[in-house]
């Protein structure tokens, strides 16, 4: 299993600031996913970071409003842009090796006011 | 796209009870199915996964089982205990690669009571 961890914890920002998530995984990964997970709600996917190449999005994420970076096989950044409140959320990173198995970081709980 | 409906929302069993969640998927094209166990406060954490040439699958006490005809899996708790208390989620993949994005249910607020 992997390990994965991600700063911040936690932040509060002020609406029409952006704020970047880094995810750091203590061994090299083939995927990285970037979720956002709203209070007492499942986990939508925002998009799938790949290693030397654009993101890939889902339907509803944008990336001028959800950039993404993948530098190496153990590091992404997400960047939540022009927050309002509707982006105050759990963000979540989560990684994927040589199997189906992904595994989650610990979130990144954001509140924008 | 990939649909996954859960159930229950929320479960309450006695200390020592089983608990069972079932989740439902739409695309027959899906091969993978883990369960995600959740925290208060915590991300996802991995505690049992099934793939499409598997009917069941057992860790100790909690087993899936998939039935790929109904396109429906299961996961079976037995001997409750309070620290199973959790939210419960379970997913499906379809992707060909080992890489898959998943697709989550709604989740289950499973309570254990001592």
């Known amino acids: 299993s992997a390990v994965i961890s991600q700063k911040p914890s936690r932040d509060i920002c002020q609406r029409g600031t952006s704020l970047t998530i880094q995810c750091q995984v203590d061994s090299q990964v083939t995927m990285m996913f970037w979720y956002r997970q709203q209070p007492g709600q499942s986990l939508t996917l925002i998009a799938t970071?790949?290693?030397?190449?654009?993101?890939?999005?889902e339907s509803g994420f944008v990336i001028d409003k959800f950039p993404i970076s993948r530098p190496n096989l153990t590091f992404s950044t997400l960047t939540v842009s022009n927050m309002s409140p509707e982006d105050s959320s759990i963000y979540l990173c989560?990684?994927?090796?040589?199997?189906?198995?992904?595994?989650f970081g610990p979130g990144t709980r954001l509140t924008v006011t | 796209g990939e649909n996954v409906e859960q159930h229950p929302s929320t479960l309450s069993v006695q200390e020592g009870d089983s608990a069972v969640i079932k989740c439902t998927y739409s695309d027959s094209a899906s091969n993978y199915f883990p369960w995600y166990k959740q925290e208060l406060g915590k991300g996802p954490q991995l505690i049992i996964d099934i793939r499409s040439n598997v009917g069941e699958k057992k860790d100790q006490r909690i087993a899936v089982t998939l039935n790929k005809t109904a396109k429906h899996f299961s996961l079976h708790i037995t001997e409750t205990q309070p620290e199973d208390s959790a939210v419960y989620f379970c997913a499906a993949s379809k992707d060909s690669s080992n890489t898959g994005k998943l697709i989550f249910g709604q989740g289950t607020t499973l309570q254990v009571k001592p």
């Open positions: 970071a790949n290693q030397g190449s654009e993101a890939t999005y």
């Open positions: 989560s990684a994927s090796g040589s199997s189906y198995e992904q595994y």
